[in-house]
């Protein structure tokens, strides 16, 4: 998943629930007190971060609420995301919040898995909706400008923090009023090979995904060979000569994939650029694919002591410490959904797009030598989406958008395969063709291509609709 750049400097001042102070820097940190446990096993309290933008507010306005998900929260979350412009729209007030254990909002001094068992979804949860209600019956104790109470509430976001603005408007549909979840994967599997299937049909798209595939299929040949000079020739080809066999596997695929990132706009699909001109007639499909690995860990400025450290399977260290989001979304990996990426099977008669090493088992290692014991490695991913996912089949006002070339398309409510999810008259399902991941919620720009724009008029109607008729149904055609 994309990650932000760290976590800005922000202004000394401080605000803490009793004492707001009037600014109109959207830079500034403000904390809210949580439980450690919501549901009585600690009841010590720690402070949450979280930011505002109170530009567009006039008196009566709605709360736009969002959070960063798997990232430190920065002042992009209040400034450079359609949250703001839902705000402007709507005369309201945009927060962000950051979830537990990511960024400066620490509920306990390490990321020991005695820690993070109180990383659970209902924690996480119980943290929005603590703030929701302090924001709709005491709003000065939380805000730094004069809030009517009783303010209707719309939860949005991107990627993971998509999911976690369905599962509020699922969990806590007397608090938000509505869900915007832009490349949400609410459906979970333990071995998500999709993801890497989601990757191969966007370079089929561009017309290079056999040949990428011939060369995953050649370099699979030579890391599963008992010839050690040529595995080490291949190490040097891509130029990570000083990894494990296992981390060199996993970072090159992360490499490729990475890419697959980037925002597609009317100058075109940067894909073709980073990933599907390398593979050149007369270049070899192997050495085509180093290319664009040593490409991307040059445009990255990656050195090689930092490439080193991308290799989780040659490390003995297991440090505790904070400002770990990697460790933080392995914990839930491990223990909540799973969603492990992994090879397609060799017998289901599909490209693979990553080598055949990366399995479940190699995954599952990582959970046993973060975390030892003291979780429960599978997950049970059968039981989540019985709590988490079948729920949203009668939830009511969400809109879900995915691009067609999305990278996690596979897990959303719209595959490839059609919807797996039955939308009623008050939520949409919108697949925004020739887009990639979570590009809806960004800021709007002049280089958007058009069924983003398209996407991002559906939902703002949908919003209006649902904050100017509580109970009312929405008919589609209403919103197309």
Request: hydrophobic share 40%.
């Amino acid at each position: 998943m994309a990650r932000f750049l760290a976590l800005s400097i922000v202004a000394a001042l401080v605000i803490v629930p009793g004492h707001a102070t009037h600014t109109d820097n959207q830079d500034v940190a403000y904390w809210f007190t949580q439980r450690v446990d919501h549901f009585g096993r600690n009841d010590q309290q720690w402070e949450q971060h979280y930011m505002v933008n109170h530009t567009y507010y006039k008196a009566g306005g709605p709360i736009f609420i969002t959070t960063p998900g798997d990232n430190a929260l920065t002042s992009h979350h209040t400034s450079m995301t359609h949250l703001i412009r839902l705000a402007q729209q709507h005369n309201g007030i945009a927060v962000a919040i950051e979830q537990r254990f990511y960024g400066s909002s620490a509920p306990l001094p390490d990321l020991s898995a005695s820690s993070l068992e109180y990383m659970t979804a209902e924690n996480m949860l119980a943290d929005f909706a603590s703030f929701i209600r302090e924001a709709k019956t005491n709003p000065s104790s939380v805000f730094p400008v004069a809030v009517t109470e009783d303010a209707q509430v719309v939860f949005a976001g991107s990627s993971f923090a998509a999911n976690v603005a369905v599962w509020m408007r699922s969990t806590y549909p007397d608090l938000v009023a509505g869900a915007w979840a832009s490349s949400a994967f609410v459906y979970n599997r333990l071995e998500n090979y999709q993801f890497e299937q989601s990757f191969g049909y966007h370079l089929e798209q561009l017309g290079c995904g056999s040949r990428f595939a011939q060369a995953v299929r050649d370099l699979d040949y030579i890391l599963f060979s008992d010839d050690q000079v040529l595995i080490d020739s291949a190490l040097e080809l891509f130029g990570l000569p000083s990894l494990s066999v296992q981390g060199f596997a996993s970072v090159v695929s992360d490499m490729a994939m990475s890419e697959a990132l980037a925002q597609i706009t009317v100058n075109g699909d940067p894909v073709a650029e980073t990933v599907c001109a390398h593979f050149s007639k007369g270049t070899p499909a192997l050495v085509s694919y180093a290319n664009v690995v040593k490409a991307a860990i040059k445009r990255r400025g990656l050195s090689p002591a930092q490439l080193s450290s991308m290799d989780n399977y040659n490390r003995t260290d297991t440090r505790v410490s904070l400002n770990q989001p990697d460790l933080v979304s392995y914990f839930i990996s491990c223990t909540w959904f799973s969603n492990w990426i992994t090879a397609t099977p060799r017998n289901s008669g599909l490209d693979s797009y990553i080598s055949q090493l990366m399995t479940l088992d190699l995954s599952l290692s990582q959970c046993r030598r973060h975390f030892g014991h003291h979780v429960d490695f599978i997950g049970n991913v059968d039981s989540f989406n019985r709590k988490w996912f079948y729920p949203l089949h009668s939830t009511t006002n969400i809109f879900y958008t995915v691009g067609s070339l999305d990278i996690w398309r596979g897990s959303s409510v719209a595959p490839v395969s059609g919807h797996i999810i039955r939308t009623n008259s008050n939520s949409h399902i919108e697949v925004i063709e020739g887009a990639g991941h979570a590009q809806d919620f960004d800021m709007e720009s002049v280089s958007d291509i058009l069924s983003i724009k398209r996407a991002r008029h559906i939902g703002d109607t949908l919003v209006k609709k649902w904050l100017g008729h509580r109970n009312r149904y929405i008919r589609l055609d209403e919103v197309e």
